[in-house]
């Protein structure tokens, strides 16, 4: 790869020109991230990949057989630099397949092939296992990776998962988190997922897990840069509320003022196929009339198959301070989009807190407030799902299971396949 | 600083959503409320409501989001839907009244826009209203058939619209 190949970053501002005020104004920044020159066969990076399945007697029937199929597929793509290794855990955990690279294809098969559901689901023992195979090849450069699909319910040892998960984490080791049907612990695997590279994901579908495993691979295969992370200056008196990936799916991002005055988030890999875009809400200080600098955005990251490391690239945003009478009180439409729908997933979050609280008006009104956001995010069948809801819990004082997947990850962007090169105005 | 409208939470100047109940802070003078969910459907579309599920009988049913009135109008695009501000000394009663959304103050023809399904696709054509159509904040021309598209924002004169199309996928 050439080092052509660099990040684009565009920012967009709820409103171009506040009025110049005694008192604290917000904004909402939008950045768009694009990867650009990136060329269309990347030299691929080795991928590390481990597939960790849960096994257990609920998965028999349907849900066992697409996620052999899906496995298989994972084999197929996957090439003779790539490493490989399959865990499954019911009651204990199996290294079926030890990290080696995919060369013999035809005994990768027959192993997945033979994989039969029984028994119950422990967690823990599966994803320190899972982690002990990632560890295994020595790959100095490349994309690590833990795939792991489960549809039921882990008892006792949830913090031990999330231990592990964190250990996996800090050496790079990135972890999506399938669940499938409607007995899987959602909030456990939000929590395993809680960082970059990582993310839990909801396969309402069976036949859906075969296209989920092999958008992972592919994604994997474009990752172009690495380390990306993201730091903000500000003029004294700005405060950052918060950052959000809004774009393919919805994620807050941790963001912490190392100094004074100065922010950094990390964002982890980033593929050559896919744009990405945050919200940031600027806290802006009293202003006189003119042209302001607010904030100085620099994105570092490394070009691995180019063997660059940090590349910087910055952007100025400016905010205009007018004279009241001067200010048109407009706010940028794609931005107000963004941002309601990420109101709406922030909404659902604290109506299923309100509802642990036994607070269930409370948390049904917030659920509404969701749908209201998402109908004029021109999601509606979102939008009608949720109030549905809503209805129900505030009649019965429970939620659907399954209802509260649907929202959680929907409102996320994170049912089914992930639209990573969505259009902007598409249905 | 503002009082959001619905919790009466202290907000900062510029806040889109307030943080505490998630209400519109701003953009329209009417406060919006969750009943907007419950807006009763124009005439002509109540009886096509319900009995049409998108791909049957051709009709497509799409929703027109009215940002200052903050009113969901529901519409089954069958063959031509016409949207304009009724007018009765004049006989003209439009398929989409926008009358009720300010749409004289905002310069909404009488005879806007015609909605239409043409190859499969949703489609809008300006009538050579007075103030004009914009897609995305482009103008269209009079009489060119436009292809429309869920979340594209729609401006008749001044009045915004959210469109959306629902695809049977949901």
């Known amino acids: 790869m050439s080092t052509e190949a660099r990040i684009r970053l565009n920012q967009l501002l709820s409103r171009t020109a506040i009025a110049s005020s005694t008192e604290q104004q917000l904004v909402y920044v939008l950045l768009d991230i694009q990867p650009e020159g990136v060329p269309a066969q990347?030299?691929?990076?080795?991928?590390?990949?481990?597939?960790?399945?849960?096994?257990?007697?609920?998965?028999?029937?349907?849900?066992?057989?697409?996620?052999?199929?899906?496995?298989?597929?994972?084999?197929?793509?996957?090439?003779?630099?790539?490493?490989?290794?399959?865990?499954?855990?019911?009651?204990?955990?199996?290294?079926?397949?030890?990290?080696?690279?995919?060369?013999?294809?035809?005994?990768?098969?027959?192993?997945?092939?033979?994989?039969?559901?029984?028994?119950?689901?422990?967690?823990?023992?599966?994803?320190?296992?899972?982690?002990?195979?990632?560890?295994?090849?020595?790959?100095?450069?490349?994309?690590?990776?833990?795939?792991?699909?489960?549809?039921?319910?882990?008892?006792?040892?949830?913090?031990?998962?999330?231990e592990i998960a964190r250990r996996a984490q800090a050496r790079s080791i990135g972890i999506t988190a399938l669940g499938i049907g409607t007995e899987w612990n959602e909030d456990l695997l939000e929590t395993i997922t809680a960082s970059e590279n990582s993310r839990a994901q909801y396969v309402a579908q069976a036949r859906d897990v075969a296209t989920i495993f092999a958008d992972e691979v592919q994604q994997m295969h474009a990752v172009f840069a690495q380390r990306v992370r993201l730091t903000v200056a500000g003029r004294p008196g700005v405060l950052i509320r918060s950052l959000d990936k809004v774009k393919p799916f919805i994620a807050p991002v941790p963001i912490i003022e190392e100094q004074d005055l100065h922010w950094v988030a990390q964002l982890g890999d980033w593929s050559g196929s896919e744009s990405q875009s945050f919200l940031v809400e600027v806290v802006v200080p009293p202003l006189p009339i003119g042209m302001h600098p607010l904030?100085?955005?620099?994105?570092?990251?490394?070009?691995?198959?180019?063997?660059?490391?940090?590349?910087?690239?910055?952007?100025?945003?400016?905010?205009?301070?007018?004279?009241?009478?001067?200010?048109?009180y407009q706010v940028e439409p794609t931005v107000k989009h963004w941002l309601e729908r990420l109101v709406a997933y922030r909404l659902q979050a604290q109506a299923w807190q309100k509802a642990e609280a036994g607070e269930i008006a409370a948390a049904s009104a917030h659920l509404k407030m969701a749908s209201t956001r998402l109908l004029s995010a021109g999601q509606i069948a979102l939008a009608h799902m949720i109030d549905a809801e809503a209805a129900q819990l505030s009649q019965s004082g429970q939620a659907s299971e399954e209802g509260r997947k649907r929202i959680k990850f929907g409102t996320r962007g994170l049912v089914g396949p992930i639209q990573y090169r969505q259009i902007e105005h598409e249905g | 600083?503002?009082?959001?409208?619905?919790?009466?939470?202290?907000?900062?100047?510029?806040?889109?959503?307030?943080?505490?109940?998630?209400?519109?802070?701003?953009?329209?003078?009417?406060?919006?409320?969750?009943?907007?969910?419950?807006?009763?459907?124009?005439?002509?579309?109540?009886?096509?409501?319900?009995?049409?599920?998108?791909?049957?009988?051709?009709?497509?049913?799409?929703?027109?989001?009215?940002?200052?009135?903050?009113?969901?109008?529901?519409?089954?695009?069958?063959?031509?839907?016409?949207?304009?501000?009724?007018?009765?000394?004049?006989?003209?009663?439009?398929?989409?009244?926008?009358?009720?959304?300010?749409?004289?103050?905002?310069?909404?023809?009488?005879?806007?826009?015609?909605?239409?399904?043409?190859?499969?696709?949703?489609?809008?054509?300006?009538?050579?209203?007075?103030?004009?159509?914009?897609?995305?904040?482009?103008?269209?021309?009079?009489?060119?058939?436009?292809?429309?598209?869920?979340?594209?924002e729609v401006q008749f004169g001044t009045l915004r619209v959210r469109i959306a199309i629902e695809s049977t996928s949901g």
């Open chain 1, 42 to 162: 990347l030299p691929q990076l080795p991928l590390n990949l481990c597939l960790l399945i849960d096994r257990s007697s609920s998965m028999k029937g349907e849900r066992i057989a697409q996620v052999k199929a899906a496995a298989l597929r994972i084999v197929e793509l996957l090439g003779e630099t790539d490493f490989f290794s399959l865990v499954v855990f019911n009651d204990r955990a199996e290294v079926l397949a030890p990290a080696m690279r995919v060369i013999n294809k035809q005994d990768l098969r027959q192993i997945i092939s033979r994989i039969e559901s029984a028994g119950g689901t422990e967690m823990a023992n599966g994803l320190a296992m899972a982690l002990q195979e990632v560890q295994r090849p020595l790959v100095k450069q490349g994309v690590s990776r833990i795939l792991m699909l489960t549809d039921g319910r882990t008892y006792g040892d949830e913090g031990q998962c999330v």
């Open chain 1, 295 to 328: 904030l100085k955005l620099q994105l570092q990251y490394d070009l691995p198959a180019a063997g660059v490391r940090d590349q910087i690239v910055d952007a100025i945003v400016r905010i205009n301070s007018l004279a009241a009478e001067d200010v048109q």
């Open chain 2, 1 to 152: 600083m503002l009082v959001c409208p619905f919790c009466q939470a202290q907000q900062l100047d510029g806040t889109i959503f307030c943080t505490v109940c998630g209400g519109g802070m701003s953009d329209s003078g009417t406060p919006e409320t969750t009943r907007s969910l419950e807006v009763p459907a124009p005439r002509r579309v109540a009886a096509a409501t319900g009995t049409t599920e998108p791909g049957m009988n051709g009709g497509i049913p799409i929703d027109l989001f009215v940002f200052a009135s903050r009113r969901r109008i529901r519409v089954v695009v069958d063959d031509e839907v016409l949207v304009g501000r009724s007018d009765s000394a004049k006989g003209i009663f439009p398929d989409v009244d926008l009358g009720p959304d300010g749409g004289f103050e905002s310069g909404v023809s009488r005879r806007h826009a015609i909605l239409a399904i043409r190859h499969g696709r949703m489609t809008i054509e300006d009538l050579g209203s007075s103030n004009g159509t914009f897609i995305n904040g482009r103008q269209i021309a009079p009489s060119a058939v436009e292809p429309l598209r869920s979340n594209d």
